[in-house]
């Protein structure tokens, strides 16, 4: 599964300060949400300047590439695609041009409607220079900031055509702003230090700054923030709820985070003390595959008493095996990640602790390196329900008919990975876990019951994501 995208903004009551540093360090503390771009656009005062490149952010920023990115006030990105191929025009911020100067959009998630609004802005003459979603925003922020002049409430218009999710870090000049759209699908945090304001997706980009987490963005709030912090709301629909992202709290974030009020490591520990109320086992040893699933099992270890172990090491220097392009890839990539470890493994029975199944063929690849090592039993223990239907909202993790839960029950996925048993977390008890209501979450790709309305060109825009 690939997430899109992570996010920082940064201002400095000190007008000397260059905040380009606290920007790096920020999207450093980010790079799980996007390995293929990094970004940073800055204002100087004077003029904004940025910089781009493909890979990871120590790459992007290597010799010397922040010199000249000088300012008190900027923003950053590091981008996995899911609207738009992965190349450098789709690399943000990204920079758009008007009459009264240029602005620049960093954004987290996915515009499920952008293939109509684009169609429409071409119609009326745009050009477009990339493929994204986020060229889309910024050309329809452009157009009403020169009818209105005020760009909150020219977000304010925009929010209201755009349908899917929308964490925005955006630079109008020197002027900061943040935007986090009205269900609150994707993650957005307010950290402050000495003077210095930080907006991040998650909050372990305030940790490596040392600034403190004051707060979330409400969903549907637009900040501007420079000597002071102004908060406006969009205007909502009587009867919207908020619908925060349960894989945030599965997978995505780091268990470092705290998303929403709720520490990602104690939801992980909850998860796995359900896990084994709902699935307990007779086992010698409780393994996680790595890294994501690792705080579950451990929360699997201590409820069972079973004692926690390694059994797979990961190799952290490959890409993660989604990222794969052909099935063989995918399965040879699994061989690459994780080598076992043969004397922790013969001749035991383990309960392995994953997060998910989203297609099927890394698990079963995974199983059958775990059986050549002479394992006795393999019982799998997922720390979510099963997957059954698309993500529309950021994350790329597959078609439908790719998904192997959406046409198989619980036994014959069971068979098709290869393992003794297999149980999955209850939706019931992953709501609990989080501690947040089963109403204010995004459950799409869990139930098939989305939070927002799906444009009619759906299925052509899944066959697009790319």
Do not use: W
């Not at 992007?60 to 981008?79: A, E, P, S, W």
């Not at 900031?145 to 020219?154: A, D, G, P, R, W």
């Amino acid at each position: 599964m690939q997430d899109k995208c992570g996010i920082v903004g940064a201002y400095s009551k000190n007008k000397s300060h260059n905040i380009s540093r606290e920007i790096y360090y920020g999207l450093y503390a980010l790079q799980h949400r996007g390995q293929e771009s990094a970004g940073i656009s800055a204002h100087n005062g004077s003029e904004m300047r940025t910089y781009r490149g493909m890979g990871l952010v120590c790459d992007v920023f290597n010799n010397g590439n922040l010199i000249g990115l000088d300012g008190n006030v900027g923003i950053g990105h590091v981008r996995y695609s899911t609207t738009g191929k992965s190349q450098i025009q789709n690399s943000q911020p990204f920079i758009g041009k008007f009459d009264l100067g240029t602005i620049a959009i960093a954004h987290n998630g996915d515009i499920i409607n952008s293939m109509e609004l684009r169609q429409k802005l071409e119609k009326e003459g745009i050009i477009f220079q990339s493929s994204t979603d986020s060229e889309v925003i910024c050309h329809m922020l452009t157009r009403e900031y020169s009818q209105t002049q005020n760009m909150v409430e020219s977000i304010k218009k925009v929010s209201k055509k755009l349908i899917g999710s929308y964490s925005l870090a955006l630079l109008v000049n020197d002027d900061l702003m943040v935007v986090r759209d009205p269900i609150g699908i994707k993650p957005l945090a307010l950290g402050q230090r000495e003077g210095t304001t930080i907006v991040a997706s998650e909050t372990v980009a305030f940790d490596v700054v040392g600034a403190e987490y004051v707060r979330d963005v409400e969903p549907g709030e637009i900040l501007v923030i420079n000597d002071e912090i102004n908060s406006f709301k969009i205007p909502q629909n009587p009867g919207t709820s908020k619908a925060h992202c349960m894989f945030e709290y599965v997978y995505f974030a780091r268990p470092d985070s705290i998303l929403d009020g709720r520490i990602v490591y104690n939801v992980r520990l909850n998860i796995g003390h359900a896990l084994y109320r709902e699935h307990p086992v007779d086992a010698d040893v409780v393994m996680p595959v790595p890294d994501s699933a690792i705080t579950a099992a451990i929360g699997y270890s201590r409820a069972s008493g079973i004692s926690y172990g390694e059994g797979l090491i990961k190799n952290r220097y490959i890409g993660r095996t989604f990222i794969m392009p052909t099935q063989e890839e995918r399965e040879t990539s699994v061989k690459l990640k994780m080598n076992p470890i043969k004397s922790e493994l013969e001749g035991k029975r383990i309960v392995l602790v994953d997060d998910s199944i989203v297609r099927g063929t890394t698990s079963k690849a995974l199983v059958n390196v775990l059986r050549d090592t002479g394992v006795e039993e393999i019982h799998l223990r997922i720390g979510s329900p099963p997957i059954i239907s698309p993500c529309y909202y950021g994350i790329a993790m597959a078609t439908r008919k790719e998904l192997i839960a959406s046409d198989k029950e619980v036994e014959k996925i069971r068979q098709t990975i290869g393992v003794d048993s297999l149980g999955y977390l209850s939706t019931k008890s992953l709501v609990e876990c989080i501690g947040i209501k089963k109403n204010e979450l995004c459950l799409g790709c869990i139930t098939g019951e989305y939070p927002t309305q799906l444009p009619s060109d759906i299925d052509e825009y899944e066959s697009c994501k790319c």
